[in-house]
């Protein structure tokens, strides 16, 4: 499998991350380098293995669903790089 | 008392309980050492107010009686620990000025216990390197030396900073966290300690996630009885982290016998790789015998699926990790790029992203964001998480046949020059090659170090544990240690 420039660009996109156009050749190569490497897995038949899902095998634990904090608004947005009238503050996301 | 930053931590809490010496006696010769070693850019985010209003409450502490072990011993935390109103930012841009308004369990439970915290330790960004060379703070460095070179050495990564602290003596032990070596690496590479224990037996809560599934926190120490005296401090289960076992943390220190006769070490093929070093292939057989000598049996083992740990990692982690750093949107905390007129919501995020994450974290979460994608899914993360079961089978089937741990090397060499093998991904990769099945197997592994290279550079061993039997696998590595005598330490040159 060969990741080609539109590829990379594809996964930027997805992973919401800016990447120039004059950086993809390099970015694709780099990928292609990192695949080949996991394409060893092919050689494995794994046909009737169930992925694993827990390194522990367990059940969740569960609890009641009742409210058990709350009232940290302040501590919520203090680290916030906007926030205004006690909201995060974004830039318009609907015309 | 002279050189109080050396001590150990039993030997601080001995000399504490006798009033040889006070907290505030040690943490002054730890702020001091710090500050006279900040070539080893191993401190990044000090904190020497919070450390001496700490050691004073100690010292009231113990001298009322019946103080925990780690009342007063002075550590340092890794800067992936969330540490409350103190810089943690997991060494990346993207965190720049954040300060969490809450305290990680296992910092928590160190604060506790009544540890004093130094300072943040350096790391690799978000954990994700073995040589401390992609932190937004620059390289951590060895505080080691080859012979009579003076080329700046790697002290390993992710938890290079917690690693290079350590061993040259600036804090008595520190926190690191392990996704596939991050604690073992560099301990090895460093002539330290280092035990990632069983997953589920420290919270984490309030730590920076990386890989969820594989991320572990435990100690790193300058001796297996001071891993064995923090990893009980730092253990226990937290109802926050709904993978954390709910089983009671033994006194680990009382299990430290040295008497490992009758147990039954595997020593598995698959970890002799071609072209390993001679010195390495010489301190396994050096350290099997010791084991030996010490009354265990050796028991030649197959771990079939070993070769095909790091491709499967190397899906499962950049993954997880993709999902993980989806909150790092320029929104609720950290750094948001400057937006240029007319730019919305998509370009925020995309700028943001771009500017915060570094090279190694950027190519990590977007080949997890390609292995997760539509049409690959199957083909990569599912194959991987299969593989990763054979992985694991393959310990469980070992263990079932009376085998008590396995002996390995931790690491395929000694620490490497620093700038020697970044530009090449795969090649890093390969140093968590005898770790990263522990990490996808989620049992508990200790790095010991047993040895020097012929350029006096410390080498280590792993020893693997079965699950939740820390006791029992601190207590080999003690008879190891002891056996082994290593006593090295670092010439001062910073």
Request: hydrophobic share 40%; glycine share 10%.
């Amino acid at each position: 499998m060969s990741i080609d420039t539109a590829t990379a660009a594809r996964v930027a996109k997805l992973a919401r991350i800016k990447v120039e156009e004059d950086e993809l050749p390099a970015l694709a190569e780099e990928f292609n380098a990192i695949l080949g490497f996991i394409e060893q897995l092919g050689e494995l038949d794994v046909d009737d293995v169930e992925p694993m899902t827990s390194v522990t095998p367990m059940r969740l634990p569960r609890r009641v669903d009742e409210i058990t904090d709350g009232n940290q608004q302040d501590k919520v947005l203090a680290n916030a790089p906007d926030a205004r009238e006690g909201f995060f503050a974004v830039p318009k996301v609907v015309e | 008392m002279s050189d109080l930053n050396k001590l150990t931590i039993a030997d601080a809490r001995d000399a504490l309980r006798k009033g040889d010496v006070t907290s505030v006696e040690l943490t002054e010769a730890c702020l001091g050492a710090i500050d006279a070693a900040d070539a080893l850019g191993a401190f990044v985010h000090k904190t020497p107010e919070i450390a001496m209003e700490r050691a004073a409450a100690a010292d009231v502490r113990i001298k009322a009686g019946d103080a925990p072990d780690m009342c007063g011993v002075p550590v340092g935390i890794k800067d992936l620990f969330c540490t409350e109103g103190v810089d943690s930012q997991a060494a990346s841009r993207i965190l720049e000025g954040f300060k969490p308004e809450y305290e990680s369990t296992v910092s928590g439970k160190l604060k506790d216990a009544g540890a004093v915290m130094l300072g943040k330790l350096n790391m690799d960004e978000f954990a994700m390197g073995s040589s401390n060379e992609t932190s937004v703070y620059g390289n951590a460095v060895n505080p080691w030396r080859a012979g009579n070179s003076d080329a700046a050495l790697t002290p390993g990564g992710s938890s290079g900073g917690s690693a290079s602290a350590v061993a040259a003596d600036l804090c008595m032990a520190a926190t690191g966290t392990d996704t596939g070596g991050s604690i073992r690496q560099p301990a090895a590479f460093t002539g330290i300690v280092g035990l990632k224990p069983t997953y589920g037996r420290c919270s984490r809560w309030g730590i920076v996630a990386f890989a969820s599934s594989l991320d572990q926190a435990g100690p790193m120490t300058k001796t297996v009885r001071d891993a064995a005296i923090m990893g009980r401090a730092m253990m226990g289960h937290d109802a926050k982290d709904s993978t954390s076992a709910d089983l009671a943390v033994p006194d680990f220190e009382a299990m430290l016998t040295g008497n490992i006769k009758g147990k039954v070490i595997g020593i598995p093929k698959e970890y002799r790789m071609d072209g390993m070093p001679e010195e390495i292939e010489k301190l396994w057989s050096d350290g099997a015998e010791m084991l030996k000598d010490a009354g265990a049996e050796l028991r030649d083992i197959s771990l079939p699926h070993t070769k095909y740990a790091l491709p499967a990692y190397y899906v499962v982690a950049p993954a997880e990790a993709s999902s993980n750093l989806a909150r790092y949107d320029g929104v609720r905390f950290g750094h948001r790029a400057s937006l240029a007129q007319g730019d919305g919501i998509t370009e925020m995020y995309e700028k943001t992203r771009a500017e915060g994450f570094g090279a190694e974290v950027k190519r990590r979460v977007m080949i997890g964001t390609y292995v997760l994608s539509a049409g690959f899914y199957d083909a990569y993360y599912n194959r991987a998480r299969k593989v990763r079961a054979l992985i694991k089978k393959d310990f469980e089937d070992v263990f079932a046949t009376g085998i008590d741990s396995i002996l390995t090397p931790a690491t395929p060499s000694a620490a490497f020059e620093l700038g020697k093998e970044v530009s090449d991904p795969v090649e890093m990769y390969l140093n968590d090659v005898f770790t990263v099945t522990v990490n996808l197997a989620g049992l508990p592994g200790v790095a010991v170090p047993t040895g020097v290279d012929k350029t006096g550079l410390p080498l280590g061993l792993q020893l693997i544990g079965r699950p939740w039997e820390e006791g029992d696998l601190l207590n080999t590595a003690y008879a190891l240690e002891s056996a082994a005598g290593f006593v090295a330490k670092p010439a001062k040159w910073w």
